[in-house]
């Protein structure tokens, strides 16, 4: 084996391991067992999946990585993540203490809650590796474009447990990365063949390492440590390592946790009868052979230094690091051991065998052998801290107040959103300059073409429209280049989600700010759910523009239509949802969302706050192919902060006001029909357009509490609005999607309410067709005025 590293400094790397080890332990014991938990559960923690990735992690950070390179850590090996930036003099002793308590350090590595500069959240297993993946494609995007030149080219690094790559988000990305050409991206593979319940099949590295080199990958299988090396080239050991080779996962797992003695027995009465490996096996001790027997690279230094130190390519890896889940502690290998904790007692004598004394358990160099300043010495000269606090920033760009966009008489939104977007794409501005596009193949339908056809599309190397070359007509020019702003994607939503959590995250990464706007089909939402929570808890700033939706998209398919986007928009933390009806409204909205998602989020949200107005967020348009008549009308700058706050009077409602129709989206013809149908029977009809149920509601929950925590002048958007509004009306909201999107606007002045909306879906038809079928047309509205409102019976209701 070529050495790479000298005694010296593997010795000194063996004392960080063992600190790894201890601090992680310890930090999970303290939180279950000594600190103060008066409600009676278990804090919980792993210390056996933590224990399998210390020397992997000790090797790459105190040893591989640079400054420039980002980690994604696998989940539960938080404490070791938390213990190694608590030794680099990045974590508190007091976060340690409340590992996993309230402001303490997180169960899971996070950027938005932790303070020791974590690089990538982890939690939701797959999500992690694949915001490695894209986040070196946004790099490349970046570096393309002659931004951020003056820094290294970093290598993103993704931590896994061998059971993630069950995910199937996995597998979107690696073929997205084999499209895209994704390099400098490492996956390092803790291969502990266990997972949460149990030991998994044999043979998987093998299909790993194929689909790994499919898509382009080096792989590196990491499998034996430098003493089981050695004992091979002894007499026997051949048949020795036929014999590791040839066992079961099970079984290796079992002797694992049983030992030496269970190891004798097992290899003797296997393999003993062979006179050389009886003696390879006879000349050690028990400890000595469970020691051999369980020295898998992924437990060996110089092994895994000698590994990654190899790598001479900026193509991706796989390293597959063969591990033991629980690697030293009591319960190492046995298959319950994934949430298992040590006993007091177990945890004694585990602080005797790391010379631990009690009382100084957060010791920094307590029970190492090096003298405390060789290990400081060695701790400050760590490259991987070197660079500072490791939290970009990035100037913000200028954002117009208005968008120019020239209103035709019957526009869609989605169509107002493409005209929006290609008047954009003719400034020169820097803001628009640093606009990146992307959908997961439709961007023509989406409406993304025209500002694709002038701005193109991404690729670090160009490749030409044959079409248009070649002079055939079409509308669409396909051209890539190292300069395009568009990326585009397979049909892989959950890829669409990480690439703008990538996208949205450079700022702080790269330190170069991009705006990223990503199309989809709304319904698709929920096909990338997860990867949108994802995106959201890590901060992630983008803008999401989700069209067609609802039921509006009618004959296009009842299997597209969404009902429950408009509640996920609301519950979603992290995002101000708008659904508007006109093309106006989304110029407000845009130039909103621009200068929005550059907003600085540092420190905690606070009541006055609670709409992100200070600290920001990513944005979701939902929107429709429906053309609808635009009204005329200039935009004012109280219309327009209206319209950001959630919602306007279309029609004011008078001082008797009997009904006040509220809407959100396409179906603004119908609540406009209705209340002009109702004005003769009902009086003084109120007419509200609701362009974000997200943030009008967000506004009055947060101004409730406010008025509870004592500052009684306390109003929001909609308390102002419904302030005028006599008791006794009746409200109808309606909506393209569930109607407990607005059921809620009942409650802000105890006004009687009935709430319209899609609660089934699946029908094709035309929109009239279906408004109707599901009751959210005119004649729906008004027979719902008249259910919730005295007086006579509304005329028009018979008519219709
Ligand atoms: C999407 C998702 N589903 C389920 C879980 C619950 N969970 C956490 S870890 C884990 C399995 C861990 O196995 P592996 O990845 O092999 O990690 P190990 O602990 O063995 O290192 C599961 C199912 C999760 N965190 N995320
Ligand atoms: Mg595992």
């Not at 600190?19 to 792993?46: C, E, F, M, P, Q």
């Not at 690439?499 to 698709?524: K, Q, V």
């Not at 919730?788 to 008519?799: C, D, F, Q, S």
Request: net charge negative.
């Amino acid at each position: 084996m070529r050495k790479t590293i000298s005694q010296d400094d593997l010795a000194i790397l063996g004392e960080v391991e063992r600190k790894v080890l201890w601090l992680a332990t310890w930090t999970i014991h303290y939180a279950n067992h000594i600190r103060d938990s008066t409600d009676g559960l278990k804090v919980g923690g792993h210390q056996a999946s933590s224990a399998s990735l210390v020397t992997i992690m000790t090797a790459l950070y105190f040893r591989l990585l640079r400054p420039q390179d980002r980690v994604a850590v696998k989940p539960h090996a938080s404490p070791n993540f938390h213990a190694i930036q608590y030794l680099l003099g990045k974590q508190t002793r007091e976060r340690l203490e409340n590992f996993r308590g309230f402001k303490g350090a997180q169960s899971y590595p996070s950027r938005t809650k932790d303070v020791d500069d974590v690089d990538f959240s982890t939690g939701s297993v797959g999500l992690g590796a694949a915001q490695t993946l894209f986040s070196s494609l946004v790099q490349d995007y970046v570096r393309a474009h002659g931004w951020g030149l003056h820094r290294p080219d970093g290598r993103m690094v993704a931590l896994l447990g061998d059971a993630e790559l069950d995910e199937g988000n996995i597998f979107e990305c690696l073929l997205e990365g084999w499209k895209q050409g994704v390099r400098n991206c490492w996956w390092v593979v803790d291969y502990n063949r266990q997972s949460l319940d149990a030991v998994i099949r044999e043979g998987l590295w093998q299909r790993y390492e194929e689909l790994f080199r499919n898509f382009g990958w080096d792989v590196v299988i990491l499998k034996y440590g430098s003493l089981l090396e050695a004992a091979f080239r002894e007499p026997g050991g051949e048949a020795l390592r036929q014999w590791i080779d040839r066992c079961p996962n099970q079984l290796y797992s079992a002797l694992v946790f049983q030992g030496g003695a269970a190891w004798r027995k097992h290899l003797e009465s296997d393999i003993g009868d062979q006179d050389a490996v009886s003696k390879l096996i006879g000349s050690r001790s028990d400890a000595d052979l469970a020691r051999l027997m369980t020295n898998l690279a992924g437990h060996d230094l110089p092994t895994l230094v000698e590994a990654f130190e190899r790598v001479d390519h900026d193509r991706p890896v796989c390293f597959i690091g063969y591990t033991i889940k629980g690697y030293g502690l009591p319960f190492a290998g046995h298959k319950d051991n994934h949430a298992g904790l040590m006993t007091t007692a177990q945890m004694e004598r585990f602080r005797q065998t790391m010379n631990v004394r009690p009382g100084r358990e957060w010791e920094r160099f307590e029970g190492l052998h090096e003298t405390p300043e060789r290990l400081q010495r060695f701790l400050d000269e760590v490259p991987f801290a070197a660079g500072g606090p490791r939290r970009l920033t990035a100037p913000r760009f200028a954002t117009p107040a208005e968008l120019a966009v020239a209103v035709q008489t019957e526009m869609s939104t989605q169509t107002g959103f493409g005209a929006l977007l290609n008047e954009l794409a003719r400034e020169p501005s820097e803001l628009v300059a640093r606009i990146v596009t992307t959908s997961p193949d439709v961007t023509v339908s989406t409406n993304l073409g025209s500002w694709v056809n002038r701005r193109g599309l991404f690729a670090r190397e160009a490749s030409a429209d044959i079409f248009k070359s070649e002079r055939i007509p079409s509308t669409f020019s396909w051209e890539f280049s190292a300069s395009g702003q568009h990326i585009e994607l397979g049909i892989a939503e959950m890829n669409l989600f990480i690439l703008l959590s990538a996208l949205g995250l450079s700022h702080t990464i790269n330190g170069e700010r991009l705006i990223p706007i990503g199309t989809l089909y709304d319904p698709f939402i929920a096909r990338g759910l997860d990867a949108l929570n994802y995106a959201c808890y890590q901060d992630a700033r983008f803008i999401l523009v989700a069209t067609p939706s609802g039921i509006t998209l009618a004959p296009e398919g009842g299997a597209h239509q969404s009902i429950a986007e408009p509640l996920i928009g609301m519950a979603q933390d992290g995002i101000a949802a708008f659904e508007p009806a006109f093309v106006d409204e989304i110029a407000g909205i845009l130039a909103f969302a621009l200068d929005y998602i550059q907003k600085d989020s540092d420190g905690d949200l606070s009541e006055q706050n609670w709409l992100r107005d200070e600290t920001g967020g990513s944005i979701y348009l939902r929107l429709s192919t429906r053309p609808i008549e635009q009204i005329k009308r200039a935009m004012t700058a109280p219309l327009r902060q209206a319209i950001v706050d959630g919602a306007y009077w279309l029609r004011e409602p008078g001082p008797n006001c009997q009904v006040v129709v509220a809407y959100a989206g396409a179906v603004a013809p119908e609540a406009i029909q209705a209340v002009g149908l109702m004005a003769e029977d009902r009086r003084d009809v109120g007419l509200l357009a609701v362009t974000s149920a997200d943030r009008l509601n967000a506004g009055w929950t947060a101004a409730m509490r406010a008025r509870e925590r004592g500052l009684v002048h306390a109003r929001s958007h909609i308390e102002r609005l419904f302030a005028q509004l006599p008791t006794n009306c009746g409200l109808v909201t309606v909506v393209d999607g569930h109607p407990a999107t607005l059921a809620w606007l009942g409650s802000v002045n105890g006004h009687r309410v009935r709430p319209l909306g899609v609660e089934h879906f699946g029908q094709t038809g035309t929109i009239a067709d279906l408004y109707c079928y599901y009751g959210i047309d005119a004649n729906a509205i008004i027979a719902a005025a008249q259910a919730i409102t005295p007086g006579a019976p509304i005329r028009h209701l018979k008519a219709m």
